[in-house]
């Protein structure tokens, strides 16, 4: 299966509920490119964006992209900004691509790859809400 074909079985593993009022991004700074790297780089990587997203003042907060059957986790950040902005901060940080979520809906954005944008369907119904 291509990379495409596994983002877009991605359900995301995150600690509350989000309302399907706001617009929001998913982004990750690891594994650039889609090359699996040390753990110690994908960290140092995500606290580069973690630092973006603050200098920026961008609101955010954490959550975990996954293959379903959990085989597969990569940390990201649920921004809250426009899609020409979360389009940007994926290119700076190398990524393939980052998903999009408008009213509800979540879409798979290609960012270094050609592919066309995809809807994926109902975000919530990819949401996995982890006990605190």
Known sequence: MSLWEHYKTSVFLCHQTL???IDFAIISAQNPGGITEHPYLNLR???ELEACLNQQRLPYRSVIGSAPDFSF???????LCDKAMAIKLG???EQNAIYWVEQGELFLVPILLTQQIESLGSFSARLVLLAD
């Open 91 to 93: 290119k700076q940080f």
């Open 45 to 47: 990587r995500d606290k």
């Open 19 to 21: 309302s399907c009022n």
């Open 73 to 79: 986790k990569e940390k990201s950040w649920i921004v």
